[in-house]
């Protein structure tokens, strides 16, 4: 298990840019597959986007691909969220997990360690 912490988001006009960071505790942090969700009111969770324990592969959701960039820092435990092109759409509580499985089309229940979420408000 990790303990994860979000931070980074904020209000945005749309088309503007925000990153997004999830710091990790642990020893083992680069073993683990990392991923965004988010989740606007009245919706389910919704998946956005993972990337491999070695930074090497990434996989997107339709919704988010060429718009959004997932990267990890293992030596810092944290791995980022880059939104650029922002939508009122995009508008959501953003969270990172943590998954024992693989970075491709992952399994929901694959994610073990989940954080507290962060607020992304996108403005028309």
């Known amino acids: 298990q990790v303990q994860l912490v979000e931070s980074g988001g904020g209000l945005v006009q749309a088309g503007g840019s925000l990153r997004l960071s999830c710091a990790a505790s642990?020893?083992?942090?680069?073993?683990?597959?990392m991923g965004w969700f988010r989740q606007a009111p009245g919706k389910e969770r919704e998946f956005v986007g993972t990337?491999?324990?070695?930074?090497?592969?990434?996989y997107y959701a339709d919704s988010v691909k060429g718009r959004f960039t997932i990267s990890r820092d293992n030596a810092k435990k944290t791995v980022y969220l880059q939104m650029n092109g922002l939508k009122p759409e995009d508008t959501a509580v953003y969270y990172c997990a943590a998954s024992s499985g693989s970075y491709y089309r992952p399994s929901l229940a694959d994610f073990g360690s989940w954080g507290q979420g962060t607020q992304v408000t996108v403005s028309s």
């Open positions: 642990g020893r083992t942090f680069s073993s683990y597959a």
């Open positions: 990337i491999s324990g070695s930074g090497g592969y990434t």
